[in-house]
């Protein structure tokens, strides 16, 4: 995976809830793409690639002085 980041007035890059999501059909309880309805909280959501495409991207960023803030949510986990 390849990333190209430019120099802006923002220091951080926050990343919605990066752990595995339900992946299926809205429900009646509504449609699960923001990333809250956690299946797993010991697996990446494939959103965001591979653990190591993640790592890659922390890195560069750490390269330009700037922060990854990886968003989880272990609270709504059942």
Not at 5 to 23: A, K, M
Request: hydrophobic share 35%; aromatic share 20%.
């Amino acid at each position: 995976m390849h990333f190209r980041l430019f120099v802006t007035y923002y220091s951080t890059v926050w990343i919605s809830p990066i752990n595995q999501n339900y992946e299926g059909s809205p429900t009646i309880y509504g449609d699960p793409y923001h990333g809250y309805w956690v299946t797993d909280i010991s697996k990446l959501n494939s959103r965001f690639g591979t653990p190591d495409d993640l790592k890659s991207l922390s890195a560069e960023l750490h390269k330009r002085n700037m922060y990854l803030y990886a968003f989880s949510c272990y609270v709504f986990c059942v």
